[in-house]
Protein backbone atom coordinates (compact mmCIF):
# COMPACT_ATOMS: atom_id res chain seq x y z
CA UNK A 1 0.00 0.00 0.00
CA UNK A 2 1.50 3.38 -0.86
CA UNK A 3 2.51 5.43 2.12
CA UNK A 4 1.99 8.96 2.00
CA UNK A 5 3.39 11.67 4.19
CA UNK A 6 1.39 14.59 5.39
CA UNK A 7 2.12 16.87 8.33
CA UNK A 8 -0.48 16.10 11.11
CA UNK A 9 -1.62 19.77 11.14
CA UNK A 10 -3.45 19.74 8.15
CA UNK A 11 -7.12 19.85 9.03
CA UNK A 12 -8.46 16.29 8.87
CA UNK A 13 -11.25 17.50 6.73
CA UNK A 14 -8.43 18.21 3.84
CA UNK A 15 -7.39 15.11 4.79
CA UNK A 16 -10.48 12.99 3.47
CA UNK A 17 -9.63 14.53 -0.03
CA UNK A 18 -6.67 12.34 -0.68
CA UNK A 19 -7.97 9.39 -2.39
CA UNK A 20 -8.46 5.50 -0.78
CA UNK A 21 -5.98 3.03 -1.33
CA UNK A 22 -3.25 4.68 0.87
CA UNK A 23 -1.97 4.53 3.92
CA UNK A 24 -1.80 8.15 5.86
CA UNK A 25 1.50 8.48 7.48
CA UNK A 26 1.43 12.07 9.97
CA UNK A 27 4.37 14.00 10.24
CA UNK A 28 4.54 15.60 13.39
CA UNK A 29 6.27 19.27 13.37
CA UNK A 30 9.27 17.91 15.08
CA UNK A 31 9.63 14.23 14.54
CA UNK A 32 11.92 11.94 16.78
CA UNK A 33 12.13 8.77 14.64
CA UNK A 34 12.24 7.50 11.34
CA UNK A 35 8.94 7.35 9.00
CA UNK A 36 8.53 4.77 5.95
CA UNK A 37 7.04 7.36 3.16
CA UNK A 38 6.92 6.92 -0.19
CA UNK A 39 5.20 9.70 -1.17
CA UNK A 40 5.83 13.51 0.66
CA UNK A 41 3.09 15.55 0.56
CA UNK A 42 5.54 18.42 1.87
CA UNK A 43 4.72 21.28 4.29
CA UNK A 44 4.47 24.82 3.49
CA UNK A 45 6.86 26.16 6.08
CA UNK A 46 10.13 25.68 5.47
CA UNK A 47 11.59 24.13 8.71
CA UNK A 48 9.27 22.01 9.03
CA UNK A 49 10.37 20.28 6.08
CA UNK A 50 13.99 20.76 7.18
CA UNK A 51 12.96 19.31 10.77
CA UNK A 52 10.54 16.23 8.87
CA UNK A 53 13.10 15.00 5.82
CA UNK A 54 16.46 13.91 7.63
CA UNK A 55 13.67 10.82 9.55
CA UNK A 56 11.73 10.23 6.15
CA UNK A 57 12.26 6.48 4.46
CA UNK A 58 11.77 5.85 1.22
CA UNK A 59 10.31 8.78 -0.37
CA UNK A 60 10.19 8.63 -4.04
CA UNK A 61 8.14 11.65 -5.25
CA UNK A 62 7.67 15.05 -2.70
CA UNK A 63 4.53 17.25 -3.74
CA UNK A 64 5.08 20.84 -2.82
CA UNK A 65 2.50 22.73 -1.32
CA UNK A 66 4.26 26.17 -2.67
CA UNK A 67 4.61 27.38 -6.12
CA UNK A 68 8.21 27.83 -5.23
CA UNK A 69 11.00 24.86 -4.84
CA UNK A 70 14.14 26.76 -3.66
CA UNK A 71 14.02 25.58 -0.55
CA UNK A 72 13.10 21.81 -1.22
CA UNK A 73 16.02 21.78 -3.90
CA UNK A 74 18.32 22.26 -1.15
CA UNK A 75 17.14 19.35 0.76
CA UNK A 76 16.38 16.66 -1.78
CA UNK A 77 19.36 14.41 -3.84
CA UNK A 78 18.36 14.07 -7.95
CA UNK A 79 16.59 10.75 -7.65
CA UNK A 80 13.83 12.40 -5.93
CA UNK A 81 11.23 13.65 -8.26
CA UNK A 82 9.65 16.80 -6.86
CA UNK A 83 6.75 18.55 -7.86
CA UNK A 84 5.68 22.26 -7.64
CA UNK A 85 2.50 23.59 -6.33
CA UNK A 86 2.01 25.71 -9.91
CA UNK A 87 -1.80 27.04 -9.52
CA UNK A 88 -2.41 27.23 -5.81
CA UNK A 89 -1.58 30.33 -5.20
CA UNK A 90 -2.48 32.51 -8.97
CA UNK A 91 -5.15 34.16 -7.51
CA UNK A 92 -4.34 34.88 -4.17
CA UNK A 93 -0.68 37.04 -5.41
CA UNK A 94 -2.40 38.18 -8.17
CA UNK A 95 -5.10 39.29 -5.71
CA UNK A 96 -2.85 40.72 -3.34
CA UNK A 97 -0.38 42.54 -6.85
CA UNK A 98 -3.66 44.13 -7.99
CA UNK A 99 -4.30 45.85 -4.33
CA UNK A 100 -0.47 46.68 -3.80
CA UNK A 101 -0.89 48.75 -6.82
CA UNK A 102 -4.23 50.27 -5.79
CA UNK A 103 -3.30 51.34 -2.78
CA UNK A 104 -0.10 52.67 -3.62
CA UNK A 105 -1.68 54.82 -6.24
CA UNK A 106 -4.46 55.73 -4.43
CA UNK A 107 -1.95 57.52 -1.48
CA UNK A 108 -3.67 54.57 1.26
CA UNK A 109 -0.69 54.58 3.51
CA UNK A 110 -0.31 58.37 3.59
CA UNK A 111 -3.99 58.46 4.23
CA UNK A 112 -3.51 55.70 7.24
CA UNK A 113 -0.96 57.43 8.50
CA UNK A 114 -3.19 60.88 8.61
CA UNK A 115 -5.93 59.24 10.59
CA UNK A 116 -3.38 58.13 13.22
CA UNK A 117 -3.11 61.91 14.50
CA UNK A 118 -6.60 62.43 13.70
CA UNK A 119 -6.66 65.36 11.17
CA UNK A 120 -6.87 65.43 7.53
CA UNK A 121 -5.42 68.88 7.81
CA UNK A 122 -2.55 67.93 6.02
CA UNK A 123 -3.81 66.24 3.21
CA UNK A 124 -2.42 68.23 0.42
CA UNK A 125 0.81 66.98 1.06
CA UNK A 126 -0.51 64.13 -0.64
CA UNK A 127 -0.08 66.66 -3.89
CA UNK A 128 3.93 67.31 -2.65
CA UNK A 129 4.17 63.96 -2.68
CA UNK A 130 2.99 63.40 -6.32
CA UNK A 131 5.12 66.14 -7.57
CA UNK A 132 8.18 65.21 -6.23
CA UNK A 133 7.78 61.49 -7.01
CA UNK A 134 7.06 62.75 -10.78
CA UNK A 135 9.97 65.21 -10.68
CA UNK A 136 7.31 68.29 -11.61
CA UNK A 137 6.41 71.51 -10.38
CA UNK A 138 3.36 71.92 -12.11
CA UNK A 139 0.69 73.00 -9.39
CA UNK A 140 -2.73 71.29 -9.98
CA UNK A 141 -6.29 72.57 -9.64
CA UNK A 142 -8.11 71.05 -7.89
CA UNK A 143 -5.22 69.28 -5.87
CA UNK A 144 -4.19 65.80 -6.62
CA UNK A 145 -4.41 63.51 -3.83
CA UNK A 146 -4.35 60.23 -5.60
CA UNK A 147 -3.69 58.38 -8.77
CA UNK A 148 -5.15 56.76 -11.54
CA UNK A 149 -4.26 53.15 -12.61
CA UNK A 150 -6.27 53.83 -16.14
CA UNK A 151 -4.06 53.91 -18.73
CA UNK A 152 -1.06 53.18 -16.88
CA UNK A 153 1.70 51.13 -18.19
CA UNK A 154 1.78 47.69 -16.44
CA UNK A 155 4.89 45.62 -17.15
CA UNK A 156 4.57 42.11 -16.35
CA UNK A 157 8.01 40.25 -15.53
CA UNK A 158 7.32 36.72 -15.22
CA UNK A 159 4.18 35.97 -17.72
CA UNK A 160 3.41 32.69 -16.27
CA UNK A 161 0.08 31.62 -14.60
CA UNK A 162 0.03 34.49 -12.16
CA UNK A 163 1.28 36.93 -14.31
CA UNK A 164 -1.81 35.86 -16.60
CA UNK A 165 -3.97 36.29 -13.70
CA UNK A 166 -2.45 39.61 -12.74
CA UNK A 167 -3.25 41.18 -16.41
CA UNK A 168 -6.85 39.82 -15.91
CA UNK A 169 -7.48 41.91 -13.06
CA UNK A 170 -6.05 44.76 -14.56
CA UNK A 171 -8.13 44.85 -17.50
CA UNK A 172 -11.01 46.24 -16.20
CA UNK A 173 -8.95 49.14 -14.88
CA UNK A 174 -8.00 50.28 -17.95
CA UNK A 175 -4.05 49.56 -18.03
CA UNK A 176 -1.84 48.72 -20.67
CA UNK A 177 -0.34 45.40 -19.77
CA UNK A 178 3.47 44.71 -21.20
CA UNK A 179 4.36 40.81 -20.66
CA UNK A 180 8.27 39.38 -20.43
CA UNK A 181 9.51 35.81 -19.89
CA UNK A 182 12.51 33.83 -19.63
CA UNK A 183 11.56 33.56 -23.88
CA UNK A 184 9.79 35.52 -26.18
CA UNK A 185 6.16 34.56 -27.77
CA UNK A 186 5.84 37.55 -30.49
CA UNK A 187 3.02 35.38 -32.31
CA UNK A 188 1.14 34.66 -29.28
CA UNK A 189 -2.05 35.98 -28.83
CA UNK A 190 -0.79 38.19 -26.21
CA UNK A 191 2.94 38.70 -27.52
CA UNK A 192 5.14 38.57 -25.00
CA UNK A 193 8.79 39.69 -24.59
CA UNK A 194 11.85 37.93 -23.69
CA UNK A 195 13.72 38.88 -20.28
CA UNK A 196 16.65 40.62 -22.43
CA UNK A 197 13.74 43.02 -23.31
CA UNK A 198 13.87 44.07 -19.82
CA UNK A 199 16.04 47.34 -19.62
CA UNK A 200 14.76 48.25 -23.07
CA UNK A 201 11.02 48.50 -21.36
CA UNK A 202 11.63 49.65 -18.27
CA UNK A 203 11.70 53.62 -18.83
CA UNK A 204 8.19 53.53 -20.38
CA UNK A 205 6.66 51.82 -17.45
CA UNK A 206 4.48 53.42 -14.80
CA UNK A 207 4.65 49.86 -12.72
CA UNK A 208 6.56 47.22 -12.71
CA UNK A 209 5.75 43.43 -10.95
CA UNK A 210 7.84 41.27 -10.25
CA UNK A 211 6.37 37.69 -10.34
CA UNK A 212 9.72 35.34 -11.60
CA UNK A 213 10.70 31.95 -9.85
CA UNK A 214 13.89 32.39 -7.44
CA UNK A 215 16.89 31.26 -9.45
CA UNK A 216 20.60 31.78 -10.09
CA UNK A 217 19.34 33.57 -13.39
CA UNK A 218 16.47 35.47 -11.35
CA UNK A 219 19.09 36.87 -8.07
CA UNK A 220 19.91 40.81 -8.16
CA UNK A 221 17.77 41.12 -11.93
CA UNK A 222 16.50 44.34 -10.42
CA UNK A 223 19.53 46.51 -9.21
CA UNK A 224 21.57 50.05 -9.53
CA UNK A 225 21.29 49.71 -13.61
CA UNK A 226 17.51 48.61 -13.63
CA UNK A 227 16.06 51.34 -11.17
CA UNK A 228 18.39 53.74 -13.18
CA UNK A 229 16.61 52.98 -16.31
CA UNK A 230 12.71 53.38 -14.76
CA UNK A 231 10.52 56.16 -15.09
CA UNK A 232 10.72 59.02 -12.03
CA UNK A 233 7.63 58.12 -9.70
CA UNK A 234 7.48 54.23 -10.77
CA UNK A 235 5.95 51.99 -8.64
CA UNK A 236 7.85 48.61 -8.60
CA UNK A 237 5.98 45.74 -6.79
CA UNK A 238 7.88 42.61 -6.08
CA UNK A 239 5.60 39.28 -5.46
CA UNK A 240 8.46 37.28 -6.51
CA UNK A 241 11.28 36.62 -3.81
CA UNK A 242 13.34 39.00 -1.97
CA UNK A 243 16.17 37.74 -3.91
CA UNK A 244 15.22 38.62 -7.10
CA UNK A 245 15.82 42.79 -6.14
CA UNK A 246 18.96 44.13 -4.51
CA UNK A 247 18.28 45.11 -1.41
CA UNK A 248 21.08 48.19 -1.12
CA UNK A 249 19.84 49.57 -4.44
CA UNK A 250 16.26 49.92 -4.16
CA UNK A 251 16.97 51.53 -0.32
CA UNK A 252 19.14 53.86 -2.49
CA UNK A 253 16.09 54.55 -5.11
CA UNK A 254 13.27 54.79 -2.48
CA UNK A 255 15.48 57.22 -0.47
CA UNK A 256 16.59 59.41 -3.07
CA UNK A 257 13.10 59.40 -4.76
CA UNK A 258 13.04 57.72 -7.56
CA UNK A 259 10.77 55.44 -7.19
CA UNK A 260 8.24 54.04 -5.15
CA UNK A 261 7.62 50.21 -4.54
CA UNK A 262 5.40 47.71 -2.88
CA UNK A 263 6.87 44.50 -1.93
CA UNK A 264 5.78 41.41 -0.10
CA UNK A 265 9.30 39.61 -0.15
CA UNK A 266 12.38 41.08 1.14
CA UNK A 267 16.26 39.90 1.49
CA UNK A 268 17.00 38.95 3.84
CA UNK A 269 13.87 37.32 5.05
CA UNK A 270 12.36 37.94 7.96
CA UNK A 271 13.61 41.10 8.04
CA UNK A 272 15.33 42.28 11.21
CA UNK A 273 14.02 44.49 13.32
CA UNK A 274 16.75 46.96 12.77
CA UNK A 275 16.70 47.15 8.74
CA UNK A 276 16.38 50.52 7.29
CA UNK A 277 13.88 49.03 5.03
CA UNK A 278 11.61 49.41 7.49
CA UNK A 279 11.92 53.13 8.02
CA UNK A 280 12.24 53.46 3.86
CA UNK A 281 10.04 56.69 2.71
CA UNK A 282 7.65 55.51 -0.67
CA UNK A 283 7.52 52.15 0.41
CA UNK A 284 4.29 49.66 1.18
CA UNK A 285 5.71 46.47 3.04
CA UNK A 286 3.53 43.08 4.36
CA UNK A 287 5.60 40.02 5.89
CA UNK A 288 5.11 37.83 3.05
CA UNK A 289 0.93 36.66 3.54
CA UNK A 290 0.01 37.23 -0.50
CA UNK A 291 -0.72 33.29 -0.56
CA UNK A 292 -2.31 33.07 2.84
CA UNK A 293 -5.39 32.90 2.79
CA UNK A 294 -8.38 30.35 3.98
CA UNK A 295 -8.18 28.53 0.84
CA UNK A 296 -4.28 28.00 0.43
CA UNK A 297 -4.71 24.17 1.92
CA UNK A 298 -7.62 23.41 0.24
CA UNK A 299 -6.27 23.97 -2.98
CA UNK A 300 -2.68 22.86 -1.96
CA UNK A 301 -4.25 19.41 -0.87
CA UNK A 302 -6.83 19.02 -3.68
CA UNK A 303 -3.29 19.36 -5.73
CA UNK A 304 -1.72 16.83 -3.75
CA UNK A 305 -5.29 14.67 -3.78
CA UNK A 306 -5.15 14.44 -7.68
CA UNK A 307 -1.19 13.95 -7.80
CA UNK A 308 -1.40 11.11 -5.32
CA UNK A 309 -4.12 9.67 -7.32
CA UNK A 310 -1.89 9.62 -11.00
CA UNK A 311 0.84 8.00 -8.87
CA UNK A 312 -1.52 5.33 -8.21
CA UNK A 313 -2.74 4.90 -11.66
CA UNK A 314 0.34 5.01 -13.08
CA UNK A 315 -0.23 8.34 -14.67
CA UNK A 316 2.29 11.04 -15.27
CA UNK A 317 2.38 13.80 -12.87
CA UNK A 318 1.76 17.16 -13.42
CA UNK A 319 4.08 20.26 -12.26
CA UNK A 320 7.26 18.14 -12.59
CA UNK A 321 10.22 20.18 -11.56
CA UNK A 322 13.45 20.31 -14.25
CA UNK A 323 16.31 21.86 -13.86
CA UNK A 324 16.03 25.14 -11.11
CA UNK A 325 11.78 25.10 -11.57
Request: with cysteine.
Amino acid sequence: MLKVGLIESVDPELRRLLPSGIELVLIPPHPDRPLDVEFWIAPPLPAQAERAWPFLRGVRVVQSTLAGVDALRKLLPHSVVLCDGRGIHTISTAEWAVTAILASLKYLPFYDELRRVHSWSNRREAEDRYRALHRTSRVFYPHVLVEELHAQRVLIVGYGAIGQAIEERLKPFGAEVIRIARSARPNAAQPVHSIGELPALLPSADVVVLIVPSTQETTGMIAAREFALMKKGALLVNAARGSVVDTGALLAALNNGRIRAAVDVTDPEPLPADHPLWDAPNLLLTPHVAASTPQFMVRAMQLAAAQVGRYLRGEPLENVVTGEY
